[in-house]
């Protein structure tokens, strides 16, 4: 029960314009009875007419002067609505991650917009399946691709969305028309979302359960039926099986009568996966995502409201679907790094599920095939109950792994891009027909500087992050803002071959092409993807071998399945070590894991090259062999001891300026605020950590400056307090600059 004498009540909540809060006085007869989420009536407006209106927040801070304040009239009796959870949950947002209120209830309330429902069309095959097959070879000898492409879908399925074809798949409306007049298919309009796929068969039963799999949902079934709510972590390599675990137990969770959210990244939600659930929950089920216009979202979240859907598909917005009988949370590829919101409030999906779950006495189970450091360590430690799957269901074997040292290659007088042992297995490929992905991990690209021939990086000396690279030969520091000059000889071996360190997707393109002519190659990164759609097209041109060679960014590693690939060159693997942030060890990891997992997914086995500067490095090393666990006590050991979470916990907070001076001086500030008023307490262990100011990585975005400062603590309490201090102290002061917070961030400001 939150104390204070005064009341923040909003009125009309799922209003378009969530309007601001008006502050009451709480009655003697009231105290201790109200709390945020609360629904009350209050006079409202001159004529003092009573209004309903919801609690957002209890304080004891008036502002104006109390004797002016009008006062709550009555608590509303038995109203235990969806929109007491969406307050309380939006309270949540506000108080863990730093920002108004409104800026919260904005993010958890559906947005109330009358609309008629988006029609969208729909494609059906009006030919037999067999004929459809044989119309499909007479397209491919025809080299009529855009046409092979509608056909191998519908030989798949009867009836397909428009939008997949036209959207995902590039084909023209022209071409489909073509095919309608031909009398192949037929194009008519149908919500969509309401009814996205009529099956030719009833609902598809799941498959019979492993004994691994089965013991998973017995267990968290066996939970669920004697009260228990918890959260569990699945951990099993892709193709282990975890998806269908989540379908049995969504299934079942169904069948008690509750509701379920399934929680997937956007990039991860394509047709293929959709159509596992809409086979298993047919129009039970729907989706989520960032397509949806405000009305349609609206629509989804009344029909989740009114029990007209069980089971609700989507990223990290899905968590707001107002589900009344939520009983279970499932969150796949629970590392990826999309279920952090990058605007305020900068909410993480697995926190707030946590929190939700825990409201609405649901549980929540995680999976992953490369777990964040944060569940793994909470998995450790007992707060989240573990489990593992150790084989792949499909067959196919886990590929062979070689690590060549490219310090051995530039000792050896191999100046190019590719080893020895990377250009050997290349040309074995291409004359065996078989294809070939090159992935450049080039994510710490912000011009971080090493040497060429010992790989020795430039570092802080105070910060154990790489130096960054900046005009006129300066390296500066973007956690402490510490500078330097970049040296002329490696500071290690005395080589001159001392750089900023860079080489692009299209230096690899044209390489292939000196090395190997007449090599077939596409390109994926942000250039060649900038354009909508090309992203699935690129994908679809690869996976129906119109190349020999993928060369790409990390764009390439997630979760596409290519049967005709055996090999997979990893470029320059450390490259993501040398980003200036706490989490590269962890992210480098998770791509090269991914990355290899990209091998051998067909019948023939797949091997896997990494190429690297630092073979020891041990990110490199467990990725080589496929051993989280051993690159999790490691990696957690070094988190330890430089205090970052999870074992600690950072926020940090981004302050943006017109006016650089000004920018600048009240970060500074900010910064000598929180240590006077935090370094008033005795104990040193309950200080705030707090470093900085310094610029932040990307100094300067539209004439905007920004710095950035970081506040480090075991106890997030104490984090939160430290931004009430920071809060407070703008408001004494009344600063005007924009003060954003993020805590434990996953990517630098
Ligand atoms: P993950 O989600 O871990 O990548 P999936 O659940 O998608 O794994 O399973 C990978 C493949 O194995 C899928 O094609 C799926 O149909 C199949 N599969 C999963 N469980 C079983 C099972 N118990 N028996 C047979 N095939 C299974
Ligand atoms: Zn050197
Ligand atoms: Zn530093």
Do not use: W
């Not at 909540?13 to 629904?39: M, W």
């Not at 003092?48 to 009008?70: C, F, H, S, W």
């Not at 073509?178 to 009398?183: C, F, R, T």
């Amino acid at each position: 029960m939150t104390e204070g004498r005064y009341a923040n009540i909003i009125i009309d909540i799922s209003h378009e314009k969530v309007d601001r809060a008006f502050q009451y006085k709480i009655p003697a007869a009231l105290y201790g009875i109200l709390d945020v989420g609360t629904c009350v009536t209050v006079p409202f407006g001159t004529g003092n007419r009573l209004r309903q209106g919801y609690v957002v927040e209890i304080t004891d801070k008036a502002e104006y002067p109390p004797d002016k304040m009008k006062e709550v009239f009555q608590v509303v009796k038995g109203s235990v609505s969806m929109e007491e959870d969406a307050v309380k949950l939006a309270a949540f947002l506000r108080h863990t991650y730093g920002c108004t209120m409104i800026a919260a209830l904005k993010t958890v309330l559906p947005i109330r917009q009358t609309m008629k429902p988006r029609e969208k069309k729909k494609i059906t095959r009006l030919v037999t399946k067999e004929e459809a097959v044989s119309l499909l070879g007479e397209c491919l000898r025809k080299k009529q691709s855009a046409r092979a492409r509608v056909l191998s879908e519908l030989v798949k399925e009867p009836v397909l969305p428009y939008e997949l074809m036209t959207k995902n798949l590039g084909v023209s409306s022209a071409s489909l028309r073509s095919l309608e007049s031909q009398g192949v298919l037929s194009i008519e309009a149908e919500s969509y979302y309401r009814n996205p796929v009529k099956l030719e068969t009833g609902p598809e039963a799941g498959k019979v359960l492993s004994d691994e799999q089965k013991f998973i949902r017995d267990k968290i079934l066996a939970d669920y039926d004697s009260g228990i709510r918890k959260t569990y972590l699945i951990h099993g390599i892709t193709g282990s099986g975890k998806t269908e675990v989540y379908l049995s137990l969504i299934e079942a969770v169904v069948t008690k009568g509750k509701q379920c959210i399934m929680l997937i990244p956007e990039i991860a939600l394509t047709y293929q996966t959709l159509l596992r659930f809409y086979k298993r929950f047919g129009d039970r089920v729907s989706v989520m995502n960032s397509t949806l216009s405000a009305g349609e979202k609206y629509d989804q979240c009344e029909r989740a409201k009114n029990g007209e859907i069980d089971v609700i598909i989507g990223p990290r917005s899905a968590l707001f679907v107002p589900f009344p009988k939520l009983g279970l949370i499932v969150m796949d590829e629970e590392h990826e790094t999309s279920y952090k919101s990058e605007s305020m409030p900068r909410y993480h999906a697995r926190e707030t599920a946590r929190y939700l779950a825990q409201m609405k006495n649901a549980s929540l189970v995680l999976g992953s095939a490369t777990p964040s450091l944060e569940a793994y360590y909470r998995a450790k430690s007992g707060e989240y109950e573990l489990f593992t799957l150790t084989r792949r269901l499909t067959g196919g074997s886990l590929p062979s792994v070689y690590t060549v040292d490219l310090r051995e290659e530039l000792k050896n007088g191999n100046r190019s891009i590719f080893s020895m042992k990377l250009q050997e297995l290349i040309k074995q490929r291409l004359e065996r027909k078989e294809q070939i992905i090159l992935f450049l991990n080039r994510r710490g690209y912000a011009g971080f500087v090493s040497c060429r021939s010992c790989g020795y990086v430039m570092k802080c000396p105070h910060c154990d992050v790489s130096l960054s690279q900046h005009m006129g030969g300066k390296m500066v520091c973007h956690y402490c803002g510490y500078e330097t000059r970049q040296p002329d000889k490696c500071p290690s071996c005395s080589s001159p071959y001392i750089l900023g360190f860079k080489a692009g997707t299209q230096q690899i393109e044209e390489q292939l092409y000196k090395k190997f002519p007449g090599v077939r190659v596409l390109r994926m990164d942000a250039d060649t993807t900038r354009k909508k759609d090309s992203y699935e097209e690129i994908l679809s041109a690869f996976s129906e071998g119109r190349a020999d060679i993928l060369v790409g960014t990390q764009m390439i590693v997630k979760g596409h399945d290519f049967p005709l690939v055996t090999l997979v060159g990893v470029l320059a693997a450390d490259l993501s070590l040398n980003d200036s942030d706490y989490r590269c060890g962890e992210r480098t990891f998770q791509l090269l894991t991914q990355a290899a997992g990209r091998a051998g997914r067909g019948e023939k086995p797949g091997e896997v090259v990494i190429q690297t500067y630092r073979p020891e490095h041990y990110s490199i090393k467990r990725a080589a062999k496929q051993d989280y666990e051993a690159f999790y006590e490691e990696e957690v050991l070094y988190r330890e001891l430089a205090g970052y979470p999870p074992v600690s916990h950072m926020m940090a907070v981004l302050i943006t300026a017109k006016d650089e001076q000004e920018g600048e001086q009240t970060a500074k500030a900010i910064g000598n605020c929180l240590i006077r008023e935090t370094g008033k307490k005795k104990e040193t262990a309950d200080r705030i950590q707090v470093i900085g100011p310094a610029r932040a990585s990307i100094s300067k975005i539209n004439d905007i400056y920004r710095f950035v400062l970081y506040c480090k603590h075991r106890n997030y309490e104490k984090l939160i307090e430290a931004r009430e201090i920071i809060e407070n102290y703008l408001k004494q002061t009344e600063n005007k600059l924009n003060v954003q917070f993020d805590f434990d961030p996953v990517d630098r400001f």
